[in-house]
């Protein structure tokens, strides 16, 4: 079984607010018993640790359709965690350096390929926008049409080989973050 990773990135949530929004929603996730409070060795990726399922881990998941018995339990494989992404991330599904981004305002597109520069950039620290070749708007990332669900944000969760998650989770989740979120997923 290759990696695969469900994630939920909150668009709106600021630099300044997204530590404490992170502490706030794995709060209610432990609280929960969605995943357990003592970080350990069950995510991919440069965080200190995730958060292993906890005991009601499956009230948040459907069937996978790939492994319907998962359900049941979660897989037995590494990583099979919650990794709590604060800072400049970007979360993307499966894209192809030939797949096209297009502008929102003229339809124009771009090959993700020369996207990608200007994603590394805006993770360094860099404008958080393309410039259309054909119309010039500056346009916000998140505002570009991508391929393939992204979001580019200041915080995210990210479930490493889970179960797909319900919308109810999703929607419980926005409604008390009070900001958009946008949900993906990325591996095999």
Not at 25 to 48: F, I, M, N, Q
Not at 75 to 83: A, H, I, M, Q, S
Not at 120 to 137: K, N, Q
Request: proline share 9%.
């Amino acid at each position: 079984m290759g990696e695969r990773s469900r994630w939920v990135a909150d668009v709106d949530a600021h630099p300044g607010d997204a530590p404490d929004l992170a502490r706030a929603v794995l709060g209610r996730l432990v609280g929960a018993g969605v995943v357990v409070a003592e970080r350990t060795d069950c995510v991919l990726g440069d965080v200190p640790g995730g958060y292993a399922p906890g005991p009601c881990a499956s009230t948040i998941v459907t069937a996978d359709p790939v492994d319907p018995a998962a359900l049941g339990g979660f897989p037995d494989v590494w990583p099979n965690g919650l990794e709590v992404d604060v800072g400049r991330t970007a979360f993307y599904g499966n894209i192809r350096e030939d797949d096209r981004v297009t502008c929102p305002h003229c339809a124009a597109w771009l090959p993700f390929e020369t996207v990608l520069p200007e994603v590394e950039e805006w993770l360094e620290g860099g404008p958080d926008s393309l410039v259309c070749a054909r119309c010039t708007a500056r346009t916000a990332l998140n505002a570009w049409q991508w391929p393939v669900p992204c979001a580019f944000a200041q915080l995210g969760l990210r479930f490493w080989n889970w179960p797909p998650l319900t919308q109810t989770f999703v929607d419980d989740l926005k409604r008390h973050l009070g900001h958009r979120l946008v949900t993906g997923h990325s591996g095999t």
